[in-house]
């Protein structure tokens, strides 16, 4: 089945036409016949005998791009003058940068800001060390930490062609909760090294968010960092991918008229992402869950399972079910795909109980493509931009921290995520609940803020705020 054409392959062209009527028609028709979607018209110049026009294009791959660029080459009474690739185009220079918060626009300024009164600020922090919370940069910055070994869809491409997705993500920081994130890649994949370098860089930082780190090493880098630090540690792969799942799920079985202590699940993935689901649907109160990797189902005794597949498998599989993924999904009421394209078929959703509700969410490419299992019924969400019900990170991980820096949260609780989730939640009123609709836009601003008061009350409910 073809892809949809989307932004990410979005090509721009200068184009010069013939002014006279049709040229323009030829031109859509030429791009459509090849499966170009037209996006935008923008640019326009008219001349006396022709006009330039620039033309945005979505496209579905590098290739395609090739094959829409020669569609409108050969099109009749048509010049191409220039193209480029948009998402090539949007990275240029990276897409962050350092401003300045204040003006020095004379003697005076220079002399508070830098020396000599910036001394008084340091000797105010050497004194009390808290101050450096108030008085510096650490009250609003968050450093992202990768090694690059799990990004995105990619795996482990290294740190510096990790640099654009923590970019990225300092990017979705800043626009939608005013947090200054700052994207740190680390040239190594031992935990020690990773934890012994972000401990070192901490005091400049109000927060560690960790990403794109591999299993199992994230868990004890997450977990040895939460000891030594005292700001908050955040593994987004990990639990921002929770919550947000929490969040659809609470939703969705409201429609599905089910509850969570009645639910079997089936998750298709058990590294970062799906253990961290399965602990907070624990928390939930979902009773039974089954993981599978590429062996198969995670149970008790089963031999060569690390650490977290280790605890896994003693927390969850109450019934140690054995076999592949397809003999584990029968019956079953929500499956979750952290792992990889084309994993499940259609039979296999048919299979499931009575209105299932399945969370597609490997990127780009899900686990099933939802159009293909419409006529199932239930809920269907996936990490995509161009389907409905996209469970992406970026409703969670700003507030979160928004919520953690404003409280002055020393970590980040199970209570906090479960507020978080519980407010992204709540952003869809109950009225505007449909199968296509269980999780806010990611354009939504009013979540981060949702989130961000729920986690900071949770932080002060759970009593981890800084005296």
């Not at 961290?276 to 089963?302: F, H, N, T």
């Not at 076999?323 to 029968?330: F, V």
């Not at 490997?362 to 239930?378: F, K, S, T």
């Not at 507020?419 to 952003?427: K, V």
Request: proline fraction near 5%; hydrophobic fraction near 45%.
């Amino acid at each position: 089945m073809a892809d949809t054409p989307t932004a990410a392959f979005s090509v721009r062209l200068r184009v010069r036409l013939d002014n006279q009527p049709g040229a323009l028609g030829r031109l859509a028709a030429a791009i459509g016949a090849v499966g170009g979607n037209i996006a935008a018209l923008e640019g326009f110049e008219a001349k006396k005998s022709f006009l330039d026009e620039d033309i945005v294009v979505d496209c579905t791959s590098e290739d395609h791009q090739q094959q829409v660029l020669e569609a409108a080459r050969s099109c009749d009474g048509i010049e191409v003058l220039e193209w480029d690739d948009r998402t090539f185009t949007l990275h240029d220079g990276g897409k962050t940068e350092v401003v300045s918060r204040i003006a020095v626009r004379d003697a005076a300024d220079l002399s508070m800001a830098y020396t000599p009164g910036v001394a008084r600020v340091c000797k105010a922090i050497e004194a009390d060390p808290a101050k450096v919370h108030e008085l510096t940069i650490k009250k609003n910055t968050v450093a992202i930490v990768s090694d690059g070994t799990a990004v995105l869809g990619l795996g482990d491409i290294g740190p510096e062609a990790a640099m654009p997705v923590m970019e990225g993500k300092a990017l979705l920081f800043k626009e939608f909760a005013g947090v200054d994130g700052f994207p740190i890649c680390l040239d190594t994949n031992s935990a020690d090294e990773i934890v012994e370098a972000v401990q070192r860089i901490a005091p400049t930082f109000g927060g560690i968010n960790l990403e794109d780190i591999a299993a199992p090493v994230c868990f004890e880098v997450e977990d040895r960092l939460k000891e030594l630090l005292d700001i908050p540690v955040f593994h987004d792969d990990q639990h921002g991918t929770a919550v947000v799942v929490l969040a659809a799920l609470v939703n969705s079985l409201k429609l599905v008229d089910k509850k969570m202590e009645d639910l079997k699940v089936v998750i298709a993935g058990v590294g970062a992402a799906g253990v961290a689901i399965s602990k907070i649907l624990m928390e939930a109160g979902v009773p039974w869950i089954v993981g599978c990797d590429r062996q198969g189902a995670v149970y008790q005794g089963r031999g060569g399972l690390n650490v977290a597949k280790e605890w896994f498998a003693e927390h969850t599989n109450p019934d140690n079910v054995t076999g592949s993924l397809a003999e584990c999904m029968p019956g079953t009421d929500l499956f979750i795909g952290v792992s990889g394209p084309g994993l499940i078929s259609v039979a296999d959703v048919e299979g499931m109980a009575k209105d299932p509700i399945v969370f597609a969410l490997a990127n780009p490419d899900p686990e099933i493509r939802p159009e293909v299992i419409q006529h199932v019924g239930g809920v269907v969400a996936t990490g995509r931009s161009d389907f409905p019900n996209q469970i992406n990170n970026v409703l969670c991980f700003p507030g979160i921290f928004r919520g953690a820096l404003d409280a002055g949260a020393t970590t980040i609780t199970e209570g906090m995520k479960l507020a978080a989730a519980e407010a992204i939640a709540m952003a869809v009123p109950d009225a505007e609940l449909a199968p296509d609709f269980v999780i806010p836009s990611v354009f939504d601003r009013s979540v981060a803020p949702l989130v961000a008061a729920a986690a900071a009350e949770a932080a002060v409910r759970d009593g981890v705020v800084r005296g």
